[in-house]
């Protein structure tokens, strides 16, 4: 992008008025960026002068063309896979090769001794004797948790109860002694209107 005011490219190729032409002359001296974009364009023409001519292709190839044929090998190829009917030939031939195969090289079959048997009533005693430990044991954890707990709720209740008992007490104390000493001050006051008699 130039700041001259005709195109720079134009004034290259010499597609200019020659008014127009000079005008643009005197910006290119007196501004650096135009001279730049100048220069550039001179070296783009430089390069692409460099490049060979080369002859435009007088015809498109074809797929029958004799380029794009396949190989002898591929066409076997496809000729042998591409039949349903040979296809399923030659599945069957190596299915049967492999099955001869396995049935030659097979080691024979030796004669196994048949497993001891299993008394099944004592499996059923000793499973029962596991489960009944394992249930023993779970209620005793649960019987501990439990009496556990239950020691803890009667050490608050023993512990809530005293402290009710002792509030108790504090509040008897001080009802005696508010009553001790309205009864003193009655005693006073009956033993002040007895001597006030006397007199």
Known sequence: MSCSPF????FYFKELAENERRLTEVHVKTCA???EELERLRVTEAVLLTVPDEEIP???????????????????????WGSA?????A????LSVALMVFALSRP???ISTPAPAVDRAALEA????????????????SEARQLSVTKELLAAAEHRDEL?????????????????????IRILASNGDVNGESR
């Open 7 to 10: 195109e720079l490219r134009d």
């Open 33 to 35: 960026h135009c001279r």
């Open 58 to 80: 007088q015809r498109i190839g074809f797929v029958s063309d004799p380029v794009f044929r396949a190989s002898p090998f591929r066409r076997g190829w496809e000729a042998l």
């Open 85 to 89: 009917a040979r296809l399923g030939f």
């Open 91 to 94: 599945s069957a031939g190596m």
């Open 108 to 110: 024979v079959s030796q």
């Open 126 to 141: 000793d499973f029962s004797k596991r489960l009944n430990e394992g249930i023993a044991k779970a209620v005793a954890a």
């Open 164 to 184: 009710e008992r002792a509030a108790i007490m504090v509040r008897v104390a001080e009802y005696l002694d508010v009553e001790k000493k309205r009864m003193n």
